[in-house]
């Protein structure tokens, strides 16, 4: 998977996933995207997450996975302002063996210091303007 790095100018104020304490025992750029969309002044991502030893919900994987999967929901409420988000339509996605959809996994997310949230993957580079954003996992 290729990271992204947030834009050349904005690096020194920008706080990555990693140092994020809602983030603390998950893999970001190892969790799948099952869909996302726009409801309510918010915008909601469900994904597959990828927790590891320590999280709390963290359990031993089956042998067919490296890690523990959990589905999760990564929501921005409060929504002012979205740039960059393709449609699931525009999306390249992928069917895994057991028939389950994917739109690949997220690349990187950072938060900068005027409180945009810089947000990437395989649905494209985005902008995000919103309330803090909450991690729920199910």
Sequence with gaps: HRLTRP?????DHMTPWEDMELFRHVLVTDCF??????????????????LWPGHPLYSKPPKTDWTC???????????????G?????????TTDPDDSIDYGSFHGLH????????????????????????????
């Design 111 to 138: 938060l900068a210091d005027d409180g945009r949230y810089h947000l990437s993957g395989d649905f494209g580079e985005v902008t995000i303007e919103s309330d803090p954003l909450v991690f729920e996992i199910h």
């Design 85 to 93: 988000l393709r449609t699931m339509a525009e999306t390249p996605s």
């Design 7 to 11: 834009p050349q100018g904005d690096r």
């Design 33 to 50: 995207v099952l869909s996302w969309a726009e409801h309510d002044g918010s915008l909601t991502f469900e994904v597959e997450a990828s």
């Design 69 to 83: 999967y959990r589905k999760a929901t990564l929501r921005f409420p409060g929504v002012r302002r979205i740039e």
